[in-house]
């Protein structure tokens, strides 16, 4: 796991470098369709619905995001103008292919982002694009997931023809995260796990393009350490969350310098009144934080790289918990089975 979330900025400036052409091909499909629907399972899901906020963000596009798994109660209204995106890592997630048999039988156009060339969801579609992550042997989903957001944001710039402005982004994503796990962070987050390791509950918050990111940060503290974690849009607090948090709860807040930060850090008030621990992520501190995890600002690109604090505390609250972060328990690298 170590390993492969160091990994990500090689494999984002590959991306940039050799995907262009396919990135290109996918932004004129999406062009070219009435309805465009993205869809995968768990992290796979959290990536394509953190790209339904960038279309709408960066092209006033709207995307619709259907768990794989739920793709058959939704799918009726699917017709030859439509566009089905799946997302995978393995490109064998039984879900996902299901998915996309159903898109086709409904006279769908298909297309994939995934990562292992040649796999069954690779060779069912006629638009690709391969992530060209590397292989991800690690159960949980880390460069393949950055570079599923890579793909998404640089799909998004190239709809409307600002591929060059995407492709910037991306490599400066990959420079922040480098920097990250260069600087200390590593050690700074491993001190933050360390209490995170005592804890029965932990709640993550963020809105907009961070509520996804959110989502995905839960996902991997809790495959691996097996801490109790929920992520939340922030703004759903009142309507239930907050009852659980109780005095030292740990609450993780993504609070990026972006058109979210002020509503968040409200949200992050409210959490603290009630006795919650507040832990911030993002570029700037604020006097509401107990802990703070600086990273890099990154624009809007901030969604790639505010992932990898959560890759690094669900494998350090892992190790402090005497977990093999590498092996998780009845887990699966791909899940091919119902």
């Known amino acids: 796991l170590s390993k492969e979330i160091a990994e990500q900025p090689a494999a984002l400036r590959r991306l940039v470098r050799d995907g262009q052409e396919e990135i290109e091909n996918l932004a004129h499909a999406i062009n070219t369709s009435e309805d465009v629907i993205v869809t995968g399972c768990g992290t796979a899901g959290n990536a394509a619905l953190a790209g339904t906020y960038l279309f709408t963000e960066l092209c006033s596009r709207t995307v619709t995001m259907i768990p794989a798994s739920e793709f058959r109660y939704r799918s009726r209204t699917l017709n030859p103008n439509s566009l089905v995106i799946a997302l995978s890592q393995s ?19 298909l297309a994939a982002i995934v990562n292992t060339p040649m796999s069954t969801l690779d060779r069912a579609v006629n638009t690709r694009v391969l992530l060209r992550a590397g292989v991800e042997q690690c159960v949980l989903a880390t460069k393949s997931y950055t570079t599923m957001l890579a793909t998404l944001l640089l799909a998004a710039h190239a709809s409307t023809g600002r591929w060059s402005t995407g492709a910037d982004l991306v490599l400066h994503a990959a420079d922040a995260i480098e920097l990250m796990l260069d600087d200390g962070s590593r050690d700074q987050i491993r001190e933050v796990a360390t209490r995170l390791a005592k804890a029965e509950h932990l709640f993550v918050i963020g809105r907009g393009s961070h509520y996804p990111s959110a989502l995905e940060t839960a996902l991997k503290i809790k495959e691996v350490s097996y ?3 929920e992520g939340f849009a922030a703004g759903e607090l009142k ?13 993780l807040v993504l609070a990026p310098d972006d058109a979210t930060r002020t509503d968040t850090l409200s949200g992050a008030s409210e959490l603290r009144s009630r006795g919650g621990r507040i832990i911030g992520v993002g570029s700037t501190g604020d006097a509401v934080f107990d802990d703070f995890i600086k990273i890099p600002h990154a624009g809007v690109a901030s969604t790639i790289v505010e992932s990898v604090p ?17 092996r998780p328990r009845n887990l699966a690298k791909s899940v091919t089975v119902k």
Do not use: M
Request: glycine share 14%; charged share 20%; net charge negative.
């Open 227 to 229: 801490l109790h974690a």
């Open 91 to 109: 490109g064998e997630t039984l879900d996902v292919l299901d998915a996309i048999s159903d898109a086709r039988q409904r006279g769908a156009k």
């Open 239 to 251: 309507h239930g969350v907050i009852a659980l948090v109780e005095a030292g709860t740990p609450c």
């Open 310 to 326: 959560g890759q690094l505390l669900g494998y350090f609250t892992a190790l402090a918990r005497g977990n093999d972060p590498d």
